[in-house]
């Protein structure tokens, strides 16, 4: 029916994936506005384009390749891409380090994983997201954004080090902050 | 690190998959479902959705192949082998004969099996290779019409 164009059965899906399409595209794009242009395009180039859907694949992969697309292109488009391109240096957890991090609240997770984000691009949190949230397999990945297997593991890979040495870089500010106190 | 190296199992992280997870999915704006709904509105489902419609011949030209197939099988099929012990070589003999007098112009020796298949069986073989690629390109074909 949903292939077939029924928009009331297409508003069930609407329905089902608003809260996550809105959510990722806010991570990636980090503006409510933004996201809430870019979730609206997603779910209509999703509308147009499923005569093109394989029922082979998962609608959920194949939509967050649309919703994946549309964020980059929003950001290309905007020239606002505020990730690294760099390579950083490998971090490498010391027991203290663990230990801090282990002992971190709820509160301050969500504190932590927003610095976290702001060391990495676009396309590494959308993979982190996917990954680590959604349990996505890599070969999920792979069809997702369109790169190989092992570019979405060196993806990741990086984004990890990149997310730990940020989160690290913060935790010595605050203790250094706290000992002056 | 050589990429090949990494495995999927060396990228789990406990600590970042429980700080990624610490964040709730935020909830959508009100109307967000109301803007798509009415952006989709005006697009016709016709042009939204391209049904793949067969033309008449291949609609109607599939089940009439296996319907007169099936005839010729039975009818012919049948003919054939009351007439079989009185008539000589079989389809597939003068097939092998034929090819082996092609390969002993090239002065090979090349013993084909000397088969005594009825003309009914020679029918199913014939009529199932060609039915297999009948559908094999017909689905190839579909399959292409759809997506493009």
Redo the contacts between chains.
């Keep these: 029916m949903i292939?077939?164009?029924?928009?009331a059965y297409?508003?069930f899906l609407?329905?089902k994936y608003?809260?996550?399409?809105?959510?990722l595209c806010?991570k990636i794009l980090r503006d409510?506005e933004e996201a809430?242009d870019s979730?609206?395009d997603a779910?209509?180039k999703a509308?147009?384009a499923?005569?093109?859907f394989?029922l082979d694949s998962q609608f959920s992969t194949w939509f967050y390749r649309i919703i994946y697309n549309t964020c980059l292109n929003k950001i290309r488009k905007d020239r606002t891409d505020t990730g690294f391109e760099t390579d950083d240096p490998v971090w490498n957890n010391s027991a203290s380090d663990?230990e801090a991090?282990?002992n971190l609240d709820?509160e301050d997770?969500?504190e932590?994983?927003l610095k976290?984000y702001e060391v990495l691009s676009p396309e590494e949190i959308f993979l982190?997201?996917q990954?680590?949230?959604e349990e996505c397999?890599?070969d999920e990945l792979s069809a997702m954004t369109g790169l190989s297997q092992?570019?979405v593991?060196?993806k990741?890979?990086r984004a990890?080090q990149k997310?730990?040495g940020q989160i690290k870089t913060a935790l010595k500010e605050e203790i250094h902050i706290w000992q002056t106190r | 690190m050589a990429n090949k190296m990494i495995s999927e199992d060396d990228l789990r992280d406990d600590f970042i998959s429980a700080m990624v997870r610490s964040d709730k999915p935020l909830k959508a704006p009100e109307g967000l479902l109301d803007g798509i709904m009415n952006q989709i509105g005006p697009i016709p489902a016709a042009t939204a959705i391209k049904p793949y419609n067969p033309p008449l011949w291949l609609k109607w030209g599939i089940p009439a192949t296996i319907i007169s197939l099936m005839l010729v099988l039975l009818v012919w099929g049948n003919e054939n082998n009351t007439a079989q012990q009185a008539k000589g070589p079989s389809l597939f003999d003068k097939a092998f004969n034929s090819i082996n007098s092609w390969f002993s112009g090239l002065h090979l020796n090349i013993n084909l099996p000397n088969s005594n298949l009825s003309s009914t069986i020679t029918w199913i073989i014939g009529g199932g290779i060609l039915l297999t690629w009948a559908f094999l390109l017909l689905a190839r074909f579909l399959d292409k019409k759809v997506h493009n």
């Design positions: 292939l077939r164009g029924e928009k297409f508003a609407v329905k608003e809260d996550k399409a809105y959510s806010y409510k809430r979730a609206q779910f209509i509308y147009e499923l005569p093109g394989r663990n991090i282990a709820q997770m969500k932590m994983l976290a982190v997201e990954f680590y949230h397999s890599i092992s570019n593991k060196v990741l890979f990890r997310m730990h």
